[in-house]
């Protein structure tokens, strides 16, 4: 994808639209690509693992801001600091996808505006109640995306997933399809004879019935596991 720009151009100015933030961006990477010695060598594999830390420190970030967003003693600057450091890191994100189809492209896979186009794409065959009226006939999310000829619903849950969040995208995925039934026990009791296997399907039904009350587990989780960390250091 080449985006021309004007020769009077500086990419040091800040751009003053989306459209052209964007356009300033790519032509900053082409530059980096060109000049820059560490960037020049990089290729798909060796940004991999940098991205799995943008996306947890992306992650960390969302939860900080939502976190003091509902805390009624939260400052304005405090919640505008946050915001900050979340924009921050939607950037790295964004200059990673970039980054991803420029390396792509130098290798003749596929353009940005392939990747962009391909989500287009999708965006508009998962919404058919949008673009297709005609052709919906109230499928699920799930169901939807079984029709592109997707093996069985939980095919596109990664393995390499942390297991809370594997768990929480299993069950959504499953109740999207069919109903769920991992109700509480009754008289749920914790004792020293709990074996492991035990506590995994208590966790297990924890979780769901967290979703099913309109809670993310991992959320959750992530915010008491901030709140300890703010008491203790």
């Not at 960037?39 to 420190?57: G, W």
């Not at 960390?60 to 946050?82: G, H, T």
């Not at 592109?148 to 969040?165: F, H």
């Not at 020293?192 to 019935?209: I, N, R, S, Y």
Request: net charge negative; glycine share 4%; charged share 35%.
């Amino acid at each position: 994808m080449e985006l021309k720009m004007s020769t009077a151009f500086d990419p040091r100015q800040t751009a003053p639209d989306d459209e052209s933030a964007f356009r300033r961006l790519s032509l900053i990477l082409d530059t980096l690509r060109q000049d820059c010695p560490w960037d020049r060598v990089q290729t798909l594999k060796s940004l991999r693992y940098l991205t799995v830390e943008e996306v947890h420190e992306l992650s960390e970030a969302i939860i900080a801001l939502d976190d003091e967003s509902s805390r009624p003693e939260a400052s304005p600057d405090d919640i505008a600091r946050l915001a900050s450091n979340l924009k921050k890191e939607l950037g790295d994100i964004a200059m990673h996808i970039v980054f991803y189809a420029k390396i792509a492209a130098d290798r003749g896979l596929f353009t940005l505006a392939d990747v962009y186009n391909a989500i287009c794409d999708k965006l508009i065959e998962r919404h058919p109640f949008i673009y297709r009226k005609e052709e919906y006939h109230g499928e699920s999310w799930e169901q939807l995306k079984m029709r592109e000829g997707r093996r069985n619903v939980l095919e596109g849950v990664p393995d390499s997933l942390p297991s809370l969040v594997k768990a929480i995208r299993m069950q959504e995925k499953v109740a999207g399809v069919k109903p769920t039934d991992n109700s509480l026990p009754d008289n749920v009791r914790l004792d020293d004879k709990m074996t492991e296997a035990d506590f995994g399907q208590l966790l297990f039904q924890l979780v769901d019935w967290a979703r099913r009350h309109g809670i993310n587990a991992d959320d959750a989780l992530c915010i008491a596991n901030r709140r300890f960390r703010e008491e203790n250091s």
